[in-house]
Nanobody, 115 residues
């Protein structure tokens, strides 16, 4: 059974930092491209960052220079380090794993940026 389990969300003041983790089970992690997405209330889910299986990272313009995606193949985990958080970063963050036509999603973790 495939599982993607996000953790690390929470309430943080503007300018703060958080690190999200997405632990995976049931897939050959090193073969998968991994991504982080977010969905704010009443808005569509949007891409935040991706990292290919060879470690190439891409970011949405809105988070470039503030967020860093990374992966640890030994731990089957992908991370999203977030700095200089803004209220507009408030959303449910989900990770996904993609290999060919196989796509798996986690349940998400809530990030709230507020004073």
């Amino acid at each position: 059974q495939v599982q993607l389990v996000e953790s690390g969300g929470g309430l943080v003041p503007p300018g703060g930092s958080l690190r999200l983790s997405c632990a995976t089970r049931g897939i050959i992690f090193s073969l998968y491209d991994m991504g982080w997405y977010r969905q704010a209330p009443a808005k569509e889910r949007v891409l935040v960052a991706t990292i290919t299986r060879d470690g190439t990272a891409n970011y949405a313009d809105s988070v470039k220079d503030r967020f860093t995606i990374s992966r640890d193949n030994a731990k089957n985990t992908v991370y999203l380090q977030m700095y200089s958080l803004k209220p507009e970063d408030t959303a449910a963050y989900s990770c996904n794993a993609v290999f060919g036509n196989r796509v798996f999603w986690g349940q998400g973790t809530q990030v709230t940026v507020s004073s």
